[in-house]
């Protein structure tokens, strides 16, 4: 992967593949901690992997691609697998469930604006499109269980899925397509989640009666 | 605005973007309600407010055209400002977000259904329609805050959406397009979802065993 | 009906509504154990009887079929209004919402994976596309009234569902398209469904720490 030329294909495919993969992680983890058997483990994996990427091809409005290409199913099953087989190993579960969402949430937030710019919507658009790329799996696996959404709940969720899409939306429109750009906003995003997480950083809340 | 003369873009724009706002405001209303925060009421604002125009546009299978308008995003992400800031101003929250989602019900549900006719559905089709872009966002809002939506716990919700709709189709079918029947469709709607609510008129519930 | 000839347009239309129907049969009467009003039962059955084919159509990324044919619409209301008027009758109304939910389910698996290959989608794509056809109605019809959707809960649901559209897509594969295996597929999928429901069929859960 040569980082320093322009965001390849080859990058964003990988970084995609790699995303749907995670939030399976995250979708399964979740499953397994509600005792859910195989196939809810297998079918929450796979719901919660595809859902962001499905989102985004429907607000672009293109056919879904995540779903048409073989390969993000088998990344989004295979994760339910490894869930199921092997989520016993996973200590401290709770934490892995956020870990993988994290992850995710940045891998995809850069790709969704990525693929935003190049079906030409404009910088705020793109911004927000990757961010409900972003966001979209983990709603839909927390509505499902029962849970009042983390993007709701939690005070640095949008804000890092935005800020990793603003860095590549940004470095676009001063002309790069820079891989670089990709990585780093990808890691921007997963590391003000983890922190926010990891130190309970909460936003105001508002001024009650 | 001339409301003696067809209804105009501009009349619909105006609607919507009014519609978007209101509907951002009973999202955001609802959030402050449940105590999020800052990112949680401005996100919940802005998902109530769009989801209405992109399930319309999903169902008529043309790009949703809120998402990519960015004076959308800017009256949801405001209505989200204005409850964070200034709802604890708004005295009787609870009717509030009753009131606001009624406006936002009325304005989309004749927005709904003129665009639907203007791509050509049938008007069946187009008061249906009408009605789904009203009834969206409120439930969602209510699925994500947990709650069995308003749509099917209360009488008079998707009546007068339904309602307002088919006062737009039956003048577009007897062939006036005038803007009158816009905006008294839009207050139909509103009076009859009021009044509902305020005298808790309810429909028969079935025969149990 | 022709069952020994290919699988005509008017089989797929005919088990499209009949699926329609008694998705909305399995809506309605989830609506009447919840104790909805008249037009909660009406909606909820509408639009549990209207998603799977949604959903379906949006993933194939061409413009909802099921919403622009009147035809669906008043299946699926007329599957609301027998539930609020006739749902007394329905004696052991539990098993009814889940029996109805399985002939649903079984219809419209077969009817999603040809739609699904008609529009030249692969074989994995197309046999997952019909099983989220069959699956997408209940998991909202859940979701909506507060449940964890059973696809999730229970050991044989997305399983039958997938086994269902398998046989009409390896029968689509080896060259028939012959209306036995439609059928066949949509008996296939009821039959284990309700096997795995009758005889609470459980496949393992997740080994826990």
């Known amino acids: 992967m040569d980082i320093s030329g322009s965001a390849s294909p080859l990058l964003i495919l990988s970084l ?19 005792n859910l058997d195989l196939f809810g483990v297998v079918v929450l994996a796979t719901v919660v992997a595809m859902t962001g990427g499905i989102v985004r091809d429907v607000l672009i409005g293109t056919p879904p691609a995540t779903f048409r290409d073989w390969r ?24 892995s469930v956020t870990i993988f969402d994290a992850l995710g949430l940045g891998l995809v937030a850069v790709t969704g604006a990525s693929k935003a710019l190049q079906f030409g919507l ?32 939690e005070g640095l969720y949008a804000v890092p899925a935005l800020l990793g ?3 590549v939306v940004v470095a676009h429109r001063v002309g790069s397509t ?32």
């Open 16 to 34: 995609n593949l790699l995303g749907t993969f995670v939030f399976g992680l995250s979708g399964g983890l979740a499953a397994v901690r509600a």
């Open 122 to 153: 404009g910088p705020i658009q793109a911004i927000i499109l990757g961010a409900v790329t972003g966001i979209g799996g983990g709603m839909l696996r927390d509505v499902l269980l029962r849970e009042v959404p983390a993007v709701l709940r």
């Open 72 to 95: 993000y199913l088998v990344a989004a099953a295979a994760a339910g697998l490894v869930c199921f087989f092997g989520g016993h190993l996973l200590e401290r579960a709770e934490s």
């Open 178 to 209: 820079s891989a670089v750009f990709t990585v780093l906003g990808a890691l921007v995003c997963i590391v003000v989640r983890l922190i926010g997480w990891k130190y309970q950083v909460n936003a105001p809340t508002p001024r009650r009666r």
């Open 165 to 167: 899409a603003a860095v």
